[in-house]
């Protein structure tokens, strides 16, 4: 057998990763757009000629297939024309960390299997925390901000439920209190953990979708005069779509005067720990008792890489089942598995240890500090530009505007929102997002490439400007905007209306 990761096939490892190293590195050189642009069909059709049953062709042409089939056609997060979602370029020092990963294929759920392993997550945990401002706190690495989300109300619920004299049985009256930018994975945790399906109250917000303090205390108050159980309040530090911090500090007064538990979703703006000019944004973000963190997010790690923190060590327990074979209760050995809701789980915490020893804590926040300079100026160009409008300021890294230049109607421009995205998400020239703030859709640029200049964002603005002005103009445009009233058609069905070719190669 030579199929395995062994001493006998060290020389193969070597010249297979080298391969497979060496397409990406060629496709980074001279790939010019972010995306192919290749048809849903084409992509099916590519796919469907695969037969997994076939016989093995060996490495090499495996390597190749996963070239041309995955890496031509994948988005590419680096190119400085994609600005849709919370990805962000990974720091080289982190993918090299990524393949000592999967080569060592520690698991990090016992110290015997990952001695080392676990004492170096341990003291990144340690880290976090003292970014934080935690100073005794614990916490362990996930699979993202979801499953650190739903970790941290895990470990909420069995406090709620612990000090609560019917015990379990006032699982049907606990309530989160959180808002309506708070991230998804809430109400779906909440689902997850048991809850009543309208657990997941929602206070609210200022005109940048910022939890108020004030009708915090009220919603907490109301619930307890209805019967209810608040067990925690969730605020978010970088509220995924419009970019924007809650008054932490404000929320921590609330919290300490009720005795809720506060977690703060930090799996955007996490960035901030680092940021050497921005760090006073997450003030009170020490009085949570659990905090999500998201490197892959605001740290330039590879996806997957995050964690979820905890200010008392003992929260942390709930989490905890043992098995003989594994971790018996009481054994004297640091076992990450009593920590986690995973068993089996990656050393994804080596990645930020490497990135961290590679350009040092203040880099990566200068990094995080390039974007969100970038935005603000971003925005100035959206707000004095005739046809665009901006739609509120982020304190991070999002824009969200729409195309409405003088003389089209609210509806039209609607409708044009989910089309721009569309023809330029097919052309693959460029992809940016869609959302919907305060019942309008809009469109949203997230910009986490700190090697992105004002210039390439302009760019991107202007290939926006340019398609949604040739819908406008298209009769497609109007046919569209009476099939659209008429339900006759989703808006997700772009017509026939390409990238405007006068914008020809960038
Ligand atoms: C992205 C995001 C999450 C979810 O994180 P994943 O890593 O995608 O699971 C949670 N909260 C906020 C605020 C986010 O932006």
Known sequence: ??????????????????????????????????????????????????????????????????????????????????????????????????????????????????????????????????????????????????????????????????????????????????????????????????????????????????????????????????????????????????????????????????????????????????????????????RARSVTVDFHKSFFQPVSSSAVLVRVPADLAPAAWYADYLNPAGSSEPNQVDKSLQTTRRFDALKLWVTLRALGADRLGEMFDTVVDLTAQVHDVVAADDDLRLVGRSQLSTVLFRYQPAGLDDAAADHLVPLVRRVLFESGRSLVAKTVVDGRPCLKLTLLNPDATLADVRRVLALVRDTAAALVEGEAMLDRASDLASGAVSAYDAPAVSVPARLGAR
């Not at 060290?10 to 995306?35: K, N, W």
């Open 1 to 286: 057998m030579h199929e395995l990761l062994s001493s006998t096939t060290a020389d193969t490892y070597l010249a297979t990763m080298h391969a497979a190293v060496g397409r990406i590195a060629d496709r980074l050189q001279t790939t010019t757009q972010p995306f192919s642009g290749a048809s849903r069909n084409q992509l099916q059709s590519l796919v469907d000629a695969v037969d997994l049953d076939g016989p093995g062709r060996g490495a090499a042409l495996a390597v190749e297939e996963a070239d041309s089939l995955f890496a031509e056609h994948a988005v590419w997060f680096h190119h400085p024309d994609y600005a849709a979602h919370l990805n962000c370029p990974v720091a080289v020092s982190a993918v090299a960390a990524e393949a000592v990963v999967s080569a060592v294929n520690a698991s990090l759920d016992t110290y015997d299997q990952s001695g080392i392993g676990t004492l170096m997550e341990r003291h990144l945990v340690d880290w976090v925390n003292t970014r934080i401002g935690f100073t005794a706190g614990d916490g362990i690495f996930t699979s993202g901000g979801t499953q650190s989300n739903l970790q941290a109300l895990l470990l909420a619920r069995e406090h709620a439920t612990a000090r609560h004299p019917a015990g379990r049985s006032s699982l049907h009256q606990l309530v989160v209190l959180a808002t309506t930018s708070s991230h998804f994975s809430v109400q779906k945790s909440a689902r997850i953990l048991g809850l009543c399906d309208d657990a997941v109250l929602t206070v609210a917000t200022d005109a940048h979708g910022r939890m108020l303090p004030a009708a915090l205390a009220d919603t907490l108050r109301d619930a307890v005069a209805a019967g209810q159980v608040p067990m925690c309040v969730v605020a978010t530090a970088g509220t995924t779509d419009r970019g924007c911090i809650d008054p932490l500090a404000a929320i921590a007064d609330v919290c300490e005067e009720t005795d809720v538990w506060l977690h703060v979703d930090a799996a955007y703006g996490c960035g901030l720990l680092v940021s050497p000019t921005r760090r006073h944004l997450l003030d009170g973000i020490e």
